[in-house]
């Protein structure tokens, strides 16, 4: 297929662009800079202008990977403002540029996040769960509306409700890694909340059978069978690196240093079950945890 990737620079984008074309696949990617290479479209996401629009005209599919990084700095106003528009504004010029093309492509894949679900606690949250509460359960239930309007103009869309994605080159793993190395990663809090994570590998797959299975439609939760408590999840990577661990951080030490974000993000409980997946007998290459760590941390 002809395809377009919107955030094919960073570590997601860059690693399906790869895996796209050793797919066979024509990849269109969107830069918001002026095109350097045949392959780059350029594009304003939040002005709903794409320059040169009709050089999308023939493409099959579409993914959206757009959105700043959460975890880049301190939540101010500011800041929460641009984690909104890079995710909420990306999606609706994408969705405004499909909508005014003569031949429209036969998919939309948005990506989204488990943040859709809040801090949920124990309970295990399939696509059917409802929402949750706080900043980024609403960013994600806004991001979600602006990707829904392309089912209204005949287009399948799968919206992937992402987990924490690892592998090597970027992600939490890299942000990690070096405190792991000498021995200070701990856990954080009292460690049962549930972290929910794919494997970048599967995380592709899942992409690309979104793209290809017309069957696939709606909200999907791209996480693996078996989340794990941050204390696990610590242990783990610990023992992958051969490393031990710190004494962990509590959370009013998170809380004084970034407050908002220590709630949502590192204190939060979200317990995602892949259901839609399994039922479409997806296999994953890394269902357990440790061998995701190996398999992303083995090449380091």
Same mark, same amino acid.
């Given at each position: 297929?002809? #395809?377009?990737? +919107?955030?094919?620079? &960073?570590?997601?984008?860059? !690693?399906? $662009?790869? /895996?796209?074309? @050793?797919?066979?696949?024509?990849?269109?990617?969107?830069?918001?800079?002026?095109?350097?290479?045949?392959?780059?479209?350029?594009?304003?996401?939040?002005?709903?202008?794409?320059?040169?629009?009709?050089?999308?005209?023939?493409?099959?599919?579409?993914?959206?990977?757009?959105?700043?990084?959460?975890?880049?700095?301190?939540?101010?106003?500011?800041?929460?403002?641009?984690?909104?528009?890079?995710?909420?504004?990306?999606?609706?010029?994408?969705?405004?540029?499909?909508?005014?093309?003569?031949?429209?492509?036969?998919?939309?894949?948005?990506?989204?996040?488990?943040?859709?679900?809040?801090?949920?606690?124990?309970?295990? #949250?399939?696509? +059917?769960?409802?929402? &949750?509460?706080?900043?980024? !359960?609403? $960013?994600? /239930?806004?991001? @979600?509306?602006?990707?829904?309007?392309?089912?209204?103009?005949?287009?399948?869309?799968?919206?992937?409700?992402?987990?924490?994605?690892?592998?090597?080159?970027?992600?939490?793993?890299?942000?990690?890694?070096?405190?792991?190395?000498?021995?200070?990663?701990?856990?954080?809090?009292?460690?049962?909340?549930?972290?929910?994570?794919?494997?970048?590998?599967?995380?592709?797959?899942?992409?690309?059978?979104?793209?290809?299975?017309?069957?696939?439609?709606?909200?999907?939760?791209?996480?693996?069978?078996?989340?794990?408590?941050?204390?696990?999840?610590?242990?783990?990577?610990?023992?992958?690196?051969?490393?031990?661990?710190?004494?962990?951080?509590?959370?009013?030490?998170?809380?004084?240093?970034?407050?908002?974000?220590?709630?949502?993000?590192?204190?939060?409980?979200?317990?995602?079950?892949?259901?839609?997946?399994?039922?479409?007998?997806?296999?994953?290459?890394?269902?357990?945890?440790?061998?995701?760590?190996?398999?992303?941390?083995?090449?380091?």
């Amino acid at each position: 297929m002809k #395809l377009a990737v +919107a955030g094919a620079s &960073g570590f997601i984008g860059t !690693a399906l $662009v790869r /895996r796209l074309r @050793e797919g066979g696949h024509a990849v269109m990617r969107l830069v918001r800079r002026q095109a350097e290479q045949p392959d780059e479209i350029p594009w304003h996401p939040d002005s709903t202008e794409v320059e040169r629009w009709e050089l999308l005209e023939g493409v099959a599919g579409v993914v959206n990977l757009a959105g700043s990084n959460l975890a880049a700095g301190r939540w101010t106003a500011a800041r929460k403002e641009e984690i909104v528009r890079s995710r909420v504004e990306s999606t609706r010029t994408l969705v405004a540029v499909m909508a005014h093309m003569n031949h429209k492509p036969r998919v939309f894949v948005s990506v989204s996040a488990v943040g859709y679900y809040g801090d949920r606690g124990e309970e295990e #949250l399939t696509e +059917a769960s409802g929402h &949750g509460e706080g900043f980024l !359960a609403g $960013v994600c /239930r806004e991001w @979600e509306e602006q990707a829904r309007i392309a089912e209204s103009i005949g287009i399948r869309t799968v919206i992937l409700r992402c987990g924490v994605v690892l592998g090597a080159g970027g992600g939490m793993l890299a942000e990690l890694q070096p405190l792991f190395r000498l021995g200070l990663g701990g856990r954080l809090g009292d460690g049962r909340q549930w972290l929910s994570w794919i494997a970048l590998d599967d995380l592709l797959d899942v992409i690309a059978l979104s793209l290809a299975d017309e069957r696939l439609a709606g909200p999907v939760n791209a996480v693996a069978p078996s989340a794990a408590r941050n204390a696990d999840f610590t242990a783990a990577l610990a023992q992958v690196l051969g490393r031990g661990t710190f004494a962990p951080v509590p959370a009013f030490v998170l809380r004084a240093l970034r407050p908002e974000m220590a709630e949502e993000m590192l204190l939060a409980s979200t317990r995602v079950r892949p259901q839609r997946l399994l039922d479409a007998g997806f296999r994953f290459a890394h269902p357990d945890l440790a061998g995701a760590l190996h398999a992303a941390l083995d090449g380091r």
